[in-house]
């Protein structure tokens, strides 16, 4: 099973909106509304922030938010402020083993 | 306060053993299922393995398929991994998930521990 394919960096200034993508296959993202996405500082474990394609955990900033089509997903950051400088993963349910499978990862720097 | 714990990592040699606990505190531990997902230094997530509320599954990364055995004991709200055969890519920090939604597994991991690290060196 391979990773799910994220840009290695996406930056943006205080303000701006940036996207990550997800792309992943037929087997998981593209076959199940189960795709999650994790914030993780350095250092700290995951965050989750988005759980089931657009759904936000209760305490999870609404400048975050979470799409899908096909076999890509997005997470958009809007309003970017300095605190959003972290490392974020997608996640996907796949019917193949394993049960998980993450993205590649992005590093988000805001100028 | 939802809380898990998790406590066994430390050096090993290669082809040795380890066991990691996970302590869950704050919610009724066999409504939900659990996973572990580890990470190598310096690079990204990656799940291991998971297990259902009762026990069920169990589910395994390839990587580490017939050297890893998850296991839980609800009445002790503990979750453990026991690894065998352990190989310097096995290198990482070990962290136990809680699932989002009770009895379901696939929506996402609401809750995460601090981690254990394990080395695995000679």
């Known amino acids: 099973q391979s990773a799910l394919t994220q840009p290695a960096s996406v930056s943006g200034s205080p303000g701006q909106s940036i996207t990550i993508s997800c792309t992943g296959t037929?087997?998981?993202?593209?076959?199940?509304?189960?795709v999650s996405w994790y914030q993780q500082h350095p250092g700290k474990a995951p965050k989750l922030i988005i759980y089931?394609?657009?759904n936000r955990p209760s305490g999870v900033s609404n400048r975050f938010s979470g799409s899908k089509s096909g076999n890509t997903a997005s997470l958009t950051i809007s309003g970017l402020q300095a605190e959003d400088e972290s490392d974020y993963y997608c996640?996907?349910?796949?019917?193949?083993?394993?049960?998980?499978?993450f993205g590649t990862g992005t590093k988000v720097t805001v100028l | 306060e939802v809380q898990l714990v998790e406590s066994g990592g430390g050096l090993v040699q290669p082809g040795g053993s380890l066991r990691l606990s996970c302590a869950a505190s704050?919610?009724?531990?066999?409504?939900?299922?659990m996973s572990w997902v580890r990470q190598a230094p310096g690079k990204g997530l990656e799940w291991v393995s998971g297990?259902?509320?009762?026990?069920?599954?169990?589910y395994y990364a390839d990587s580490v398929k017939g050297r890893f055995t998850i296991s839980r004991d609800n009445s002790k709200n503990t979750l453990y991994l026991q690894m065998n055969s352990l190989r310097a890519e096995d290198t990482g920090i070990y962290y136990c998930?809680?699932?989002?939604?009770?009895?379901?597994?696939?929506?996402?991991?609401?809750?995460w521990g601090q981690g254990t690290t394990v080395t695995v060196s000679s």
């Open positions: 998930a809680k699932e989002s939604v009770p009895g379901s597994v696939g929506y996402g991991m609401d809750v």
């Open positions: 704050g919610f009724t531990s066999s409504t939900y299922a």
């Open positions: 297990i259902s509320g009762s026990g069920g599954g169990p």
């Open positions: 037929s087997s998981d993202v593209g076959g199940y509304n189960y």
């Open positions: 089931s394609v657009s």
């Open positions: 996640s996907s349910y796949t019917s193949n083993t394993p049960l998980y499978v």
